[in-house]
């Protein structure tokens, strides 16, 4: 049997908890990728991939995207992200990194990155 990798049960009240709570960077990008905004893609917020929980994640581009704030400057984080990106590489997933900063300084910026790794046409 197949174990289960995408949203597992045991992780849906941390996920609900983060949805209801996100940064204020998470909610600005998010008004721009729901309801197949960006090229026609599908977007989650909050999905959970094995147990790591990622901001963003498109299915048909098997696309994470994540929000890094100041949190995200330490050596300890940032050893933590690096590994977290290893294993979703390691599993096929395409992870993009952008800075809170850049999703409101730059958004036009940020949805053509976004939309430069799209490896399908809509």
């Known amino acids: 049997m197949k174990k289960?990798?995408?949203?597992?049960?045991?992780?849906?009240q941390f996920r609900k908890k983060l949805r209801n709570n996100a940064t204020p960077a998470e909610a600005f990008l998010?008004?721009?990728?729901?309801?197949?905004?960006?090229?026609?893609?599908?977007?989650n917020r909050q999905h959970s991939i094995k147990n790591y929980i990622v901001d963003f994640y498109c299915a048909a581009e098997k696309l994470v995207i994540e929000l890094d704030g100041a949190?995200?400057?330490?050596?300890?984080?940032?050893?933590?992200?690096?590994?977290r990106?290893?294993?979703?590489?390691?599993?096929?997933?395409t992870v993009i990194r952008l800075e809170n900063k850049m999703v409101f300084e730059n958004l036009e910026s940020v949805l053509s990155?976004?939309?430069?790794?799209?490896k399908q046409t809509p």
């Open 4 to 12: 289960r990798i995408h949203n597992r049960k045991e992780l849906i």
């Open 30 to 43: 998010w008004r721009h990728l729901k309801a197949k905004k960006l090229c026609g893609r599908r977007f």
């Open 71 to 83: 949190v995200h400057q330490s050596s300890k984080v940032q050893e933590y992200d690096k590994k």
């Open 85 to 93: 990106t290893e294993i979703l590489n390691e599993l096929g997933y």
């Open 113 to 118: 990155e976004i939309s430069e790794h799209f």
